[in-house]
């Protein structure tokens, strides 16, 4: 047992509910008691979905447990199948279940035999893998069974495409910022001259799945989810993949180059000719993206050897670890990631850019290790924000999990050469402004005159009796003032000298408040 | 309106069970806060972790007197022995926190596991020193705000023995005076014996948790009719729970506490005053009725409060008069509200609700099915266990003018043009008493209030046609 207040990374079948609801018309249904169906909560929320999420659940009641699921798990499986008829229903076991050791691969099989759907049961162990490992998983797991289907359909064998292509693998729901990651992608790759083949699995359907090898490379933006994938289809069909994030300039650059080399060992037989992306590189890092202008103009200079911490997914804290070091000048005292079953990869990639790295996923820690850096900003996920407000240290947010704030309406990628002046902006404004910053220094800090009270009326002539002061007290401080306001304005208008706890409701009905 | 249909008798339907409510360890989220000296430990998985902590939102960066037991493999597979492992935990919370009783929450797990918390609490309660609640809140069994309701019937073996402590007063009192002597006790006490003497009537207990400042508000109605509350079931620290017992008289504050009710009546021997819920000015009134005639004290000025209640709401009333509701059913105050707002001048098409105590909640069906009546309007079904898909078909073919709804289905709802109010919020607002009928109503037009301000924009339906049906 473990004493836990909050945790980065969610249980496994979020993942898989995740990338369930990603691809289009796939349906998941969960084997779990009620009250567990709470990620449909988080979607309409948090992404502000306007549709209803295609996750329902087969409930595991008091019944379940003395009888087993018997009909129960198939009969939803046949009913959603019947309402929705979607292309696939995915079976997605909860922490309970998996307790319960039922055979769900028997209801799937039963239940695939009697619907038109096609029927999976998710892969996932729930005492084994955390929401990142699941979602991989069962990604993987998808296209697997897919590939496999056609396979015996004997409609894989496609050419690959004339022109170079790729797939985008990795992009999903209440992914961080995920869909204008998307779009920034989709565009970078069209002014390659690249066609984009697939995407999975937001927006996908599974039906397309068996288009993927036709694509030339794979480009894999996220190090968490759609590695697994790629690693299959390199295995099975030969495909190389892209895995080196676009985030910051370097990166982008670095990301660009591996996709010619992998374009150019087709490109000369059906193209006639290879590519050269240098000059694009080129033209986009010098004079499109504001980001290098940026670290070299003047107020950059103010951000030279200042102290920051950060913490985050391996993605993003490793990429943003890098640009604060190599692009800005920042010093990283310390980079840390809370995906402990990939702590080596995120090592080797920071090393020489900050003095220490931490792989925990006990916030704890982190906000020690923070209030003892003393850092001048944090770079974190909305659990680092929350320690920054108490330390009163600014954070930037650049990494899951994430409150609905990070799912803004506006444009805001963090790949590609739009991104890389977003995280500009984001570093920029996260540290004391430099002249701010160069004047708060030589004059001794803002204006200090503190406003005394709130309240405009003066020596009052009201009393209030001891229980009406101290239900006054019990008031949350910021309506505090306005309720004893208003209570005060009754009692004059009612000519009332003293003021009692039936004073203050009945002033509370009388002005509605 | 079919008015014959109005006396028809109250039919209750019940469906699959098949719909979004949150899980009942949700309750810790308020009853942490209400019992001020309590800590919560939660004995799940990550997947009831995850949920607190979303759900809760920003409550969580508070330092909250509540945390997870998380349970690993090796204490499914009982590798690790239960005990010792929750005595680690609960010495580390004692040194860190020092509560004055830490509640076990058990969830769907423990219950799969057969964990024996009631068995290992006395236990480890005698070893450690400190009281150990066991509630077992779990989704195999409950719904949302039932989660208090099992607490609560826990925390009501705990309460002191109401005979057993007027024949200790004698020595309590002087420990107490011992220990408290620095306080200047004298006044009070004397105010309260003054009061006690005054009182005609048996102790009343009022049971369910609310707010601090709803609960003086409904204590200060009851003071209008000369009744003097003697406790409240939970009270705002744990070291001051209501002494319970024989000729002690106790009346539930919500609708979803009937197994509390159960407990005080059968455990404790007390008395239930069944009465409607104190939800709405027609609620309250009627409860305090109940409550006076079971003393047999005669109500006095009743009727005016509440008309003037009502007068006040006038602006609000306007809006919600002849518009219709549906209520999808998730944290058992459905049929207390959907009696309101039919008082309200409201048409409700369907009452969803997880789970009905016809016996605890006789007060108040006879109250809705009186209202009815009185309004002219048909009984709504009553749809017990409801089926979410199924409902959103009927919402479908109602086309109601607002739904009252789960989180899940708002957002999707209103994509499709059908208002919706969050259910939840009437969980966590103060919907109690005289005082706070504004509230409710508040809540209830939002949308509406919201609707006619972006009426001229004509942008009601926002889903593409194809998904309509979707």
Known sequence: MKLAYWMYAGPAHIGTLRVASSFKNVHAIMHAPLGDDYFNVMRSMLERERDFTPVTASIVDRHVLARGSQEKVVENITRKDKEERPDLIVLTPTCTSSILQEDLQNFVDRASMASQSDVILADVNHYRVNELQAADRTLEQVVRYYLDKARRQGTLNQPITDVPSVNIIGIFTLGFHNQHDCRELKRLLQDLGIQVNEVIPEGGSVENLRNLPKAWLNLVPYREVGLMTALYLEKEFGMPYVATTPMGIVGTAECIRQIQTHINKWAPILMGTEVDYEPYIDQQTRFVSQAAWFSRSIDCQNLTGKKAVVFGDTTHAAAMTKILAREMGVYVVCAGTYCKHDGDWFREQVQGYCDEVLITDDHTEVGDMIARVEPAAIFGSQMERHIGKRLDIPCGVISAPVHIQNFPLGYRPFLGYEGTNQIADLVYNSFTLGMEDHLLEIFGGHDTKEVITKSLSTDSDLAWDPESQAELSKIPGFVRGKIKRNTEKFARQNGMTKITVEVMYAAKEALNA | ?470
């Open chain 2, 1 to 470: 309106m079919p008015s014959s249909r109005t006396s028809d008798p109250l039919t209750f339907e019940c469906e699959t069970g098949n719909y979004h409510t949150f899980c009942p360890i949700s309750c810790v989220a308020w009853l942490y806060q209400k019992i001020e000296d309590s800590f919560f430990l939660v004995v799940g998985t990550k997947t009831c972790g995850y949920f607190l902590q979303n759900a809760l939102g920003v409550m969580i960066f508070a330092e909250p007197r509540y945390a997870m037991a998380e349970l690993e493999e090796g204490d499914i597979s009982a590798q690790l022995n239960d005990y010792q492992e929750l005595k680690r935990l609960c010495l580390q919370i004692k040194k860190d926190r020092n509560p004055s009783v830490i509640v076990w929450i058990g969830t769907c797990t423990t219950e799969i596991i057969k964990m024996d918390l009631e068995g290992m609490a006395p236990r480890l309660e005698a070893e450690i020193g400190i009281p150990i609640v066991v509630a077992r809140a779990n989704g195999l069994d409950y719904a949302f705000t039932q989660g208090e309701d099992t607490v609560l019937a826990a925390m009501a073996h705990r309460c002191p023995n109401h005979n057993q402590s007027l024949k200790d007063t004698p020595t309590q009192d002087q420990a107490v005076k011992g220990l408290l002597s620095f306080l200047p006790l004298q006044g009070k006490e004397k105010e309260s014996q003054q009061s006690q003497n005054s009182i005609q009537h048996p102790p009343l207990v009022l049971f369910g948790s609310l707010p601090s400042s709803v609960v003086s508000q409904l204590n200060l109605e009851l003071k209008k009719q000369s009744i003097h509350v003697s406790g409240w079931l939970p009270a705002q620290r744990y070291t001051e729970l209501p002494s319970l017992g024989e000729g002690v008289y106790v009346c539930g504050v919500n609708p979803f506490l009937s197994r509390t009710a159960t407990t005080l009546m059968r455990r404790k021997k007390c008395k239930l005053i069944s009465a409607p819920f104190p939800i709405g000015p027609d609620g309250t009134r009627a409860w305090i009725e109940k409550i006076c005639s079971v003393f047999a004290i005669q109500p006095n000025g009743l009727e005016e409060r509440e008309k003037q209640v009502w007068d006040g709401l006038k602006d609000y009333l306007d809006l919600v008069r002849g518009k219709s509701v549906f209520f999808m059913g998730d944290n058992l105050l459905e049929v207390s509200l959907a009696r309101f707002l039919i008082r309200c001048g409201m048409i409700v098409y369907e009452i969803g609700i997880p789970y009905m105590d016809k016996r605890y909640q006789a007060a108040e069906l006879a109250l809705l099915q009186k209202t009815c009546q009185e309004m002219g309007v048909p009984i709504p079904r009553i749809v017990e266990k409801p089926d979410n898909y199924n409902q959103v078909q009927r919402m479908r073919e109602l086309q109601p003018d607002l739904a009252i709804t789960g989180m899940a289905h708002a957002n999707p709802l209103e994509a499709r043009g059908i208002s919706t109010k969050w259910s939840v919020e009437f969980t966590f607002a103060q919907i109690h008493g005289f005082t706070n009928a504004r509230d409710i109503l508040e809540l209830v037009t939002r949308p509406l209030r919201r609707n006619l301000s972006l009426e001229a924009l004509g942008w009601a339906g926002l889903v593409k046609r194809d998904k309509l049906n979707a």
